[in-house]
């Protein structure tokens, strides 16, 4: 079956300008989540989305924001971009999202300049 | 204040022999415990679990085994292949983290033929 599927897998803004991301999960899962990744950093937990509903949310400010569409697929949103918001943005999805090991997708990569 | 540590940003090890990946958690509250295995330009693939109510899980040549007391936890690869060389990562969830996972910093593993 087919994974999760995340686009575009780069990306290049200017600080200020707003970023969109996609996330298409495993067909048959309703939990999304996303993760930041920055060297040293490991994975931080951004938001979880379950049934269109966002369950979960990380300590990130509000310019980061998503949702969850009715087919499961997800979108990230970053406002006002800050360089320091150049990460590599996972998006992993599961069944249920209890204690169960997440899929991920290879990835998006935003550079801000 | 990092919850979920990996003190080795990387470790060479020979091929056939053992290597020994740690991490230490602060939160006595995480009751699950990850490993992902990460190659570059891919998304983290999971690799074996671990419950708290639990002190070894083995998979093939996979084991983790968890210290509660200590809060600390290791993935043991034996034999190690070259085919193993990756960034592995350690995730814990639990307590007021629900079923979100927090990520350790990784270790990246090089198996050297």
């Known amino acids: 079956k087919a994974g999760v599927t995340q686009t575009p897998r780069y990306l290049i803004k200017t600080r200020g300008q707003q970023v969109t991301l996609s996330c298409s999960p495993i067909?048959?899962?309703?939990?999304v989540s996303w993760y930041q990744q920055t060297p040293g950093q490991g994975l931080q937990f951004l938001f979880e989305?379950?049934?269109?509903?966002?369950?979960n949310k990380g300590n990130f400010p509000g310019r980061f924001s998503g949702r969850q569409f009715s087919n499961s697929r997800s979108e990230m949103n970053v406002s006002t971009l800050e360089l320091g918001d150049s990460a590599l943005y996972l998006c992993a999805s599961s069944a249920t999202g209890v204690n169960y090991g997440y899929t991920f997708g290879s990835g998006t990569r935003l550079t801000v300049v | 204040d990092q919850q979920v540590k990996q003190n080795s940003p990387s470790l060479s090890v020979q091929e056939g022999r053992i290597s020994i990946l740690n991490c230490d958690y602060t939160n006595s509250m995480f009751d699950y415990f990850l490993w992902y295995k990460k190659y570059p330009a891919e998304g983290p693939t999971f690799l074996i679990s671990i419950s708290s109510i639990k002190d070894k899980n083995e998979d093939g040549r996979f084991t983790v085994f968890l210290n509660k007391s200590a809060k600390h936890l290791s993935l043991h690869i034996v034999p190690s292949q070259p085919g193993d060389s990756a960034v592995y990562f350690c995730a814990a969830s639990g307590g007021d983290y629900g079923q979100n996972f927090v990520f350790g910093p990784g270790t990246r593993l090089s198996v050297l033929p």
């Open positions: 067909s048959g899962h309703r939990s």
């Open positions: 989305y379950f049934s269109e509903t966002q369950r």
